[in-house]
Antibody, heavy 120, light 111 residues
């Protein structure tokens, strides 16, 4: 059974940093791209970033490019999102999701999400 | 920038059929696959259609997806509506720079 468990969310001040983790189980992580999606309170889904199965290719939304870094440790079955220079508008529930294939093509499994609140 | 546009809301009665559209802003929506996600209140999204028209295991065959011809749109159709289908539905695809794009979401009310 595929399971994705996010952690690392919390309250952080504007300008601060946070690292999210997503522990994956039930499948071979290296065979699949992975994606982070966020949802601000009361808003729709926003694609944030994805990374290919081997980790050699990454993509970012313009809203986070230069501030967020996606990475993965396939040996630990874990996906990461390093978030720097956080802003109030980054406040959201962050979901990790498994892609359909080694390169990003669409999502088939989602985690339950972790809440990030950026506030002073 | 490539955008996907969905109706804000749709409503229909139990047992009826509803179709939710997803229209691409430019080019052909068929350039990349379109996927559909369901999000019930207070829950994480789940996938109901992937690669335009494929249904994950466990998703009822009441859910179907298609790509339009000249209208540059994709559609999610739910037949035999049940109250449990009440949720937000999002379409998703990729732009020419391989970045993901979500539609704004459609709130389905089954009344």
């Amino acid at each position: 059974e595929v399971q994705l468990l996010e952690s690392g969310g919390g309250l952080v001040q504007p300008g601060g940093s946070l690292r999210l983790s997503c522990a994956a189980s039930g499948f071979t992580l290296t065979n699949y791209a992975m994606t982070w999606v966020r949802q601000a309170p009361g808003k729709g889904l926003e694609w944030v970033s994805d990374i290919s199965g081997g980790g050699g290719s990454t993509n970012y939304a313009d809203s986070v490019k230069g501030r967020f870094t996606i990475s993965r440790d396939n040996s630990k079955n874990t996906l990461y999102l390093q978030m720097n220079s956080l802003r109030a508008e980054d406040t959201a529930v962050y979901y990790c999701a498994k892609d359909l294939s080694r390169d990003p093509r669409g999502l088939d499994y989602w985690g339950q999400g972790t809440l990030v609140t950026v506030s002073s | 920038n490539f955008m996907l546009t969905q109706p804000h809301s749709v409503s229909e009665s139990p047992g009826k059929t509803v179709t939710i559209s997803c229209t691409g802003s430019n080019g052909s929506i068929a350039s990349n696959y379109v996927h559909w996600y369901q999000q019930r209140p207070g829950s994480a999204p789940t996938t109901v259609i992937y690669k335009d028209s494929q249904r994950p295991s466990g998703v009822p065959d009441r859910f179907s997806g298609s790509i339009g011809g000249s209208s540059n749109s994709a559609s999610l159709t739910i037949s035999g509506l049940k109250t449990e289908d009440e949720a937000d539905y999002y379409c998703q695809s990729y732009d020419s720079s391989h970045r993901g794009v979500f539609g704004g979401g459609t709130k389905l009310t089954v009344l």
